[in-house]
């Protein structure tokens, strides 16, 4: 794991620990919700830098970085998202993935029924978020490799997000016009495709699809 600092909302830094390899994220105790916005932008553009390396999946043994016990699968609710990571017994902390840790910060979220008919005529095929597999739409919004429900970048969230940025920027700094629910619509809309490997047979082959968080995310981060 490779540690890194981020911006903490009060004053000073928060450092994580991350996988860039495993797309995942150590937080110590009380990490995750002392992140600044800028500090979680500033983990959209680390996410989003790495998407081009083929996932490795999580060892089927996890151990805590302070006390090497064996890491507890947990399942848990955040606000109305549901979350799975793996976390110390002794309180250490837990150790997330990249996905788990948007869901975890309601920027991401599941499709709902109209988005799914729409996405079944204008897209077709998406990419799995979580392991990077090719999802036929029209047959099932769940991923067929790891069985990850498909989400999408939650506009609302991100509009927030930018705006308590801008709050916490000089005055004078120029103001962010994107606008999140227009990259959406284009997504949606089949405007933009990208190739990504995805694990099929032991090998890595490329794939066009739509990612509905990574490639949201690849737009955003380029706007501010």
Not at 131 to 147: K, L, N, Q
């Amino acid at each position: 794991m490779r540690r890194q600092a981020f911006g903490r909302k009060s004053a000073g830094t928060v450092d994580l620990d991350l996988c860039f390899d495993c797309k995942a994220i150590w937080f110590d105790a009380f990490e995750s919700p002392a992140l600044s916005a800028a500090a979680v932008l500033d983990l959209f553009r680390e996410i989003e830098a790495q998407q081009a390396r083929p996932p490795r999946p999580l060892g089927e043994i996890l151990r805590c970085v302070a006390c090497r016990d064996r890491l507890v699968l947990t399942h848990d609710i955040q606000r109305t998202n549901r979350i799975v990571y793996y976390r110390c017994p002794e309180g250490h902390g837990r150790l997330t993935t990249f996905v788990q840790f948007l869901r975890e910060k309601q920027f991401i979220r599941s499709l709902t029924p109209a988005e799914i008919e729409r996405l079944k005529v204008t897209v077709q095929q998406v990419r799995c978020s979580s392991c990077g597999g090719p999802v036929d739409i029209a047959r099932d919004p769940v991923c067929p490799y790891c069985h990850a429900p498909i989400a999408i970048l939650d506009a609302d969230a991100v509009r927030k997000a930018l705006a308590e940025l801008q709050q916490d920027r000089l005055p004078e700094a120029p103001k962010s016009a994107v606008d999140p629910s227009r990259i959406l619509e284009a997504l949606t809309a089949g405007e933009r495709s990208s190739p990504t490997p995805f694990q099929a047979g032991g090998l890595w082959k490329p794939v066009e699809a739509v990612d509905l968080v990574h490639d949201a995310l690849a737009l955003l981060t380029r706007a501010f």
